[in-house]
């Protein structure tokens, strides 16, 4: 399994991102994807959810109205839409999945909105 995050960087407040994370390794389509973030010195904090199928998802209630999940299947490949970005929002952002009874994360893609 294989998880790569990109898309990560520097926004004003305000800003827009739209973070990538390219799977590998197992039956993508079947399998909930997560993105999760982590600021400085805070534990992981789940952001958002997406079901195989790319209908069902949930996201964390701060960034409800300014975040999106969605995923494209044949790409094996699922997107965070980040808009009206503020700068509690900074993280690293890491995507997750669980698969064959472990969890496998991303190395993570680093945003920070500061002005």
């Known amino acids: 399994v294989q998880l790569v995050e990109s898309g990560g960087n520097l926004v004003h407040p305000g800003g827009s991102l739209r973070l990538s994370c390219a799977a590998s390794?197992?039956?993508?389509?079947?399998?909930?994807m997560n993105w999760y973030r982590q600021a400085p010195g805070k534990g992981r904090e789940l952001v958002a959810s997406?079901?195989?199928?790319?209908?069902?998802?949930n996201l964390l209630d701060s960034v409800k109205g300014r975040f999106e999940i969605s995923r494209d299947n044949a790409k094996n490949t699922v997107y965070l839409q980040m808009n009206n970005l503020k700068p509690e929002d900074t993280a690293l952002y890491l995507c997750?999945?669980?698969?064959?009874?472990?969890?496998?994360w991303g190395q993570g893609t680093q945003v920070t909105v500061s002005s």
């Open positions: 997406i079901g195989g199928d790319g209908v069902s998802s």
């Open positions: 390794g197992f039956p993508f389509s079947t399998y909930l």
């Open positions: 997750h999945t669980r698969h064959d009874l472990r969890d496998w």
